[in-house]
C-alpha cells in the first residue's frame, strides 16, 4: 500500500515537480430511496482512485485514474509533470507554496454505531416507515431517502507526509408532495453528520415523516410572501445560508489573491453590526463539513472569519497560503480523487448571541421569519447574494402570523450583516454539498442563530 | 481487454449467481481540463476512469450496485453486492424486466474524433482564443475559466442478449470575465457547450463575457418595482425549462403525482406559438444516442404542440404503468459523465427542445415597450411543482420603447413559469444548449423568450 504511494512521490520528484503529492481514495455509500410507500432504489456504491498532482514554477498539473498498480500511478505521475511545465511556459507567474504537511499520522473516525454494522433490511425499513408517516390527507405523493458513506484516504508528498483517514456520514431525509386542485406544494427536511447509525437510532422516525407532510400540508395555504427591502428574522438555517453564500465564500482565499472578492483589502475592518461573528471550522464535532485533514494533508482548523463585526481572515489552501504569505487553513478540498483542489468552507456559521427567538419576534413589529432554506448563490465579486427559502411565516406586532410561500433573498452583504440588531442564543447547523461555481461539490455545513436584519425579498 | 466488455461479463456472473435477469451499464471515459486563473493557465488536468452499474432481478425483486473498473475482478465484487442486495430488497410489483431489443448506430456529430484526440496543449489554445478576447476589453481579467473536454463509449448488456453501444465527446465551458478597480468590480459569467470543440468560437465567448462584466460594474441597484414585459436569454432560461418542463413531462412524476401537468394531455398549458419536442435523435445533441442508458431504443417526441400537452417521457420502468413506450431511462449528465455509473438509469428528457422562432434577439427586445431583459441570474431555480420563482438578477437591462436603457443589478425577478408559459409573447430564432444540475441528465436548447406577468422587484 505504502509502495504505491511511495512510487508516485518518487515519481512526482525524478520528473521535476517542485512539489507534488498522491491521494488514494476508497469511497463505499449505501443509498436507499422510496416513493409512495415502494423502495425504489438500494444501491451500493464503491468508488476507488488516486489523483497525482505536480507543482511546478507555480502551475499545477493532476493527472489521475482508477487502475490499482504502480505502472498505472507512475506514468500519471509523469504525466502530471508534463501538464504542470506546459501550463508554467505559458506565463504563470512563478510562486512558492508554505506550510506543506510533513506528518505521518493515522485518524480514524469513530462513530458509536457503525453503519456498516446495521444491515440493510433495518435501513430499508427507516425509509419506508418515514416515507409511510408522510401518508395524510391531501399529500399526493411521499419521498423518503436514506444514505451513508464511509471514505478512506491515504495521502504521500514530496515533503515527507503520510497521513491515512476515514470519514464517516450518514443522511435521512423526507419530502412530501400536498395536492389541492391545481395547487401543488413540497415541504422537506433532512439530518446529517459525520456520525454513525445513532443518528437514526435516535430519532422519531414517524414523527420526523409526520412533520415534513404537515409541512406540505400547510404550505397549501401559505400566501404569496411580500416583496421589497424590509426587516427578515432569518432562522439557523438561513443564518448559515448567508454565512456560506455571502462571506464564506467571498472570504475563500484563490478569491482573494484573484482579487476576484469583495472582501479583498478588508483585514481589520467593519464588515457588520458589533452582534455578527462567523467561523469557518473544520473541527466542529458531528457536523457534516468536518473533516481531520483537507485533500492536501493540512490538519482542519478553526478560523475566525468575523470578530464581532470585524473582519479577521480568510481561508487558504497551500497555494493561497503561499501567494499571501501566511499558514495554510485546511480549507483545501477536492470533489473526489479525479478532482483538483480548491480553496473550500467547511462548517460555515455565524456565532450564537444573547437573545431567545422568541425574544426577536417579540421585539418585531413587521417582517418575515424564513423557515429553512432550498438553495442559494455566491456573488463574490460583487457582494450580492441569492438564498432560497422553503417557505417563512409573516410577524405581525410581535408575533408568528401567517404562512407565505417559499421566497428569495438578495442584496449586498456588507448591508445586510451591518443591518443586523438581534441575535439569538439558539444555533443550529445544516448539512449540505457546496459546489465552487456549479461544479467540485464537496460536504460542508452552514448554520448560526436566529438573526433580525434588513433584506430584499421577493417570492412567485 | 476492453473495460466495456465487463458488461456482459457481469450479466453472465449474475445469472450465474442467481439472477433471474440482469443488466449491466459499463462506461469509460477519459477527461481533459485547463484552468485559467488570472488570466494564465494553472491547473491543467489528465483524468482516466471506468465503472460499472449492475442490477440484478430475482422475481421481483431488484437490486443495483455500482463500482469503479479496473479489472475483472471489479466487476465480480460489483455482481456479488448487487446479488447479496436482494436479499434484502422488498418486492418492486411494478419491475417488468429488462428490454429485449436494442437500436444499433449512431446520431450523426454526438462523437467528434478531432475533440477526442485534443490533449490538455490543444485546450490550451482554446482557452487562450478565449483569454486574448476577453481581455481585449481595457481593464478586464479573466479571473476563472474552466475548460473542459470529456470522450466517453458506454455499453448497456443484458440477459435478453441485448448488447447496445455508444460515445460521444463534450465539451463545457464555465467562464468569468470581470473589471473594475479600488474595490469596485463587476463580473460576467457565460456557459457553452457542445459536442465539438471546433465548433465553439472562443474569442466571441471572450467578448460577451466582458461586455457582461463591463455591464454589470455599470449597473444601478434598482429601487422600483416593475410590471412589463421579460426577455430571458436562452441559456438560463433553458434551466428553468429542465426544472419545470421536464420534471412536468416526466413519466415517472406523473405515475408518483409529482408533476405539475398530471392529466393535462391534450389540454392546453402553453401559448399557441409554443412547441416543445425531447430529441433524442437530434444529431450533433448533448444528449443524442440512438439507445438510452437501459437499452431501449430512443425516439423524437412532440411533447408540447402549440401549446397543447401531447405526451409524457419515460424509462422502461415507467413506460408500461404509463401507456408509453420507453427511451428516456439516462444515467450520465451533458456537462460531464462522472458518475454515471454509480446510479441506476431514471426518467428525464434528452434534448428538449423548444420550437424556434422567427425573430432575432434584437427584434425580440424592439418590440417591448417597457419590461426587463435578463441575460443571467445568480442562479437560475424555479420550484418544479408550483412553477414560481424569485431569482437575483446579475445581468439585467432595463427596456423603454423598445430600446436598451439602464443596466440594474440586486432586484429579484419573480414569477411562476407555468403561467409564464401561457403567457409567451415572443420566440426567438437561435437556441442554446445548456444543461440543468451537474450530475441530472438531459439538457435544453431553448432560444430567448419573451414573457407578460413577470415582476422585478428591487429595493423598494
Known sequence: MTEFLTAAVRALEKAGARFGDVRREDRAAFVVRAANEQIQTVNRVRRQGWGVRAFVDGAWGYASGTAQNIDAVVKAARRAVAIAKADAQAGVPR?????????????????????KDVSGEEKIAAVMEVCRAQRIDPVSNTNASYSDSDWSFELANTSGALLRWREVRIRIAGQAIAAEGERREAAYEFRDGTVGWELVKGLDLGEFGRSVALDACEMLKAEKPP?????????PGVSGLLAHEVMGHASEGDEIVKKRSFLTNVVGKKVGSPLVTMYDDGTYPG???????DAEGTPAHKTNVID?????????SLETSGALKTRPTGNGRAQDFGRRVWVRMTNTYFGPGREKKDEIIEETAAGVLTKSWISGMEDPVGGGFQAVTQSGFLIRK?????????MTLTGNALSILKSVDMVSRELKLD??????????????????????CKIVVGGG | MDLLDLASDAVRRARAAGADAAEAFAIAFTTRSVYIEDDVPKVGEDRQEAGLGVRVARGKRV??????????????????????????????????????????GEVAGVWDSRTASTDVPGLLEAATSFTDAATDLKGTSVPKAIFRIQDYAIRVANSNDVVANHRGTLVFCYLTAKCGSKGKFGEGIMKAMDTSVHAIDFPELGRTTSRRAAENLKARAFKETLSGTAVLYPLDLGEMFIQTVGSAVNGENVHKKRSAWIDKVGKEIASAGVTIRDRPRMPKGLASCVVDDEGNATRDRTLVEAGILKTYVSDGHHAPLLGTTPGNGFRRAVATVEGSYTRPAETHVSNLVVE????SLDALLAEVDHGVYVEKFAAPEVNEFSGSFAMEVRNATLIEKGELADHVKFALLTGNLYEGLKNVVGIGKDPLATHGFLSTPGCAYVPAMAFEGFELVGQT
Do not use: N, W
Not at chain 1, 421589497?228 to 428574522?233: A, C, D, I, N, Q
Not at chain 1, 408575533?399 to 417559499?406: L, N
Open chain 1, 287 to 293: 457536523a457534516h463539513g468536518s473533516i481531520p485533514f
Open chain 2, 63 to 104: 437490486a443495483f450496485a455500482s463500482t469503479t473498473l479496473a479489472s475483472s475482478e471489479d466487476a465480480r465484487s460489483g455482481v456479488a453486492a448487487a446479488i447479496d442486495s436482494l436479499k434484502q430488497v422488498p418486492e418492486d410489483p411494478d419491475f417488468s424486466g429488462f428490454p429485449t431489443e436494442a437500436a444499433k
Open chain 1, 398 to 406: 410581535g408575533e408568528i402570523g401567517p404562512r407565505v410561500r417559499g
Open chain 1, 227 to 235: 416583496a421589497g427591502l424590509m426587516t427578515v428574522v432569518t432562522d
Open chain 1, 431 to 452: 448539512g449540505g454539498s457546496c459546489g465552487k461555481g456549479e461544479e467540485d461539490y464537496v460536504p460542508v455545513a452552514s448554520g448560526g442563530p436566529y438573526m433580525r
Open chain 2, 356 to 359: 424556434p422562432g422567427r425573430k
Open chain 1, 95 to 115: 510562486m512558492a507554496l508554505r506550510g506543506m504537511p510533513s506528518a505521518r499520522k493515522t485518524f480514524r473516525q469513530k462513530v458509536k454505531i457503525e453503519p
Open chain 1, 308 to 316: 464581532r463585526g470585524v473582519y479577521r481572515g480568510f481561508l487558504h
